[in-house]
């Protein structure tokens, strides 16, 4: 296997780069500056968002003027084929999160990351993750395994859940909380060594990647907050299922990762959980 990243991987980081530019632009800088607004109760955006999405919509157009572009801010936007002659259904798409962890960001908290990710057909095939405050950048290629800062990566080496750090994330509805979710995460806390809760799904799926994070699991996320992760565990050795164990990760609002021992530990429980989504009915 190649020991370093092809040239079309290369060519996304520095776009993806370039996007971090704009963040470290409004990290810490005054709030009056960020523009804060609610697309909800708790689920934030500002204009250090938009700005980021709007140098990936830009970079990635230019680049594959024939693909699909999902924005997290900016929908779904269609390729030059559906614009000029209806859909095509083979066409490549991107998911795209500008900025995952925007809560982090507008609390001056530097765990927080943009996420860009190319599936054909539903099956990821690129995938680039960066933390720009943390300057450490994750990029994978189907079957061409994982990199971080450069550097060849795998999932934690037979690492059993007693002995692994594990991490986990909450929806801004908090619709875990009434149901079974907080009896999960205290079965796992009590079973590894520790748990965390950073506030970048992202970042979370990336660290499972490199071995940081023995697994991660988390229920109502997105596409955008998947798509790029899924595959960078994947490459790195890593298992990536839905909490039902199966494939649905990308569309069915769960996911859980890790390597081997730990993720099926994990699912052992999730899918166990009293009344939690993901439990057998
Ligand atoms: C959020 C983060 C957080 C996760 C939330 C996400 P956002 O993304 O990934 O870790 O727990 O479920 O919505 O909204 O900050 O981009």
């Known amino acids: 296997m190649n020991n370093s990243m092809s040239p079309l991987l290369e060519s996304v980081v520095l776009l993806v780069r370039r996007a971090g530019a704009e963040l470290l632009r409004y990290f810490r800088a005054p709030v009056s500056q960020l523009g804060v607004a609610h697309k909800g109760p708790r689920d934030l955006v500002t204009r250090a968002d938009n700005a980021s999405e709007t140098v990936l919509i830009d970079g990635l157009r230019a680049m594959f003027p024939e693909d699909t572009i999902v924005a997290e801010e900016s929908g779904r936007l269609s390729n030059e084929n559906e614009r000029d002659a209806g859909a095509n259904p083979d066409a490549a798409t991107w998911y795209i999160d500008p900025l995952d962890g925007t809560t982090n ?116 996320l997105k596409p955008h907050d998947v798509a790029a992760g899924a595959l960078l565990v994947a490459e790195a050795g890593g298992r990536v299922t839905d909490v039902a164990g199966g494939t649905d990760f990308l569309f069915g609002g769960s996911i859980v990762v890790g390597a081997p021992f730990v993720h099926s530990e994990l699912l052992e429980i999730l899918r166990r959980g009293p009344g939690h989504p993901g439990a057998p009915r």
Do not use: K
């Not at 609390?107 to 099956?123: D, E, Q, T």
């Not at 405050?133 to 934690?156: P, T």
């Open 105 to 220: 960001f507008v609390h001056f908290h530097p765990v927080h990351s943009i996420s860009v990710a190319r599936y054909i057909n539903g099956i990821g095939s690129l995938a680039v993750v960066l933390a720009p405050a943390l300057d450490e950048c994750f990029g994978a290629e189907r079957g061409r395994g994982c990199f971080w800062n450069g550097r060849r990566v795998r999932v934690a080496a037979e690492v059993e859940m007693r002995d692994a750090l594990l991490a986990t994330g909450f929806s801004y509805a908090r619709s875990e909380l009434g149901s079974g979710g907080l009896d999960c995460f205290r079965v796992v806390l009590e079973r590894c060594r520790d748990l965390r809760r950073c506030g970048s799904a992202v970042l979370d799926l990336a660290y499972t990647a490199a071995g940081i994070y023995g697994g991660f699991w988390e229920y109502h």
